[in-house]
């Protein structure tokens, strides 16, 4: 089992900067795979950023050269930077992360709100 933590999210304004962190702990060796996702209201959920020896490093074309994913020493946290946050950019955020013998991400966190105000 994996559990996951994620923090750093607020209120912040137009054209500002957020750091989220999620912290993973239990079995992380089975982990190939860790992301970023964001689920806004009556919005699907979207993939936002991925990282891991199983998927690529990875952005989504929408945050793309605002948004950068990182990860800490043996996958225990996960990091997203955001910056020149927009309104489109206000959701729940949702850390997730795929054992090796998965398809699709299996472990998730219970998400951190982001909202960006004018």
């Known amino acids: 089992q994996v559990q996951l933590v994620e923090s750093g999210g607020g209120s912040v304004q137009a054209g500002g900067s957020l750091r989220l962190s999620c912290a993973a702990s239990?079995?992380?060796?089975?982990?190939?795979?860790m992301g970023w996702f964001r689920q806004a209201p009556g919005k699907e959920r979207r993939r936002v950023a991925t990282?891991?020896?199983?998927?690529?490093?990875s952005v989504a074309d929408s945050v793309k050269g605002r948004f950068i994913i990182s990860q800490g020493n043996a996958k225990k946290s996960l990091y997203l930077q955001m910056n020149s946050l927009d309104l489109e950019d206000s959701a729940m955020y949702y850390c997730?992360?795929?054992?090796?013998?998965?398809?699709?991400?299996?472990?998730w966190g219970q998400g951190t709100q982001v909202t960006v105000s004018s």
């Open positions: 990282i891991g020896s199983d998927c690529s490093t």
């Open positions: 239990g079995v992380l060796d089975s982990i190939a795979c």
């Open positions: 997730a992360a795929r054992a090796r013998w998965f398809s699709d991400f299996n472990y």
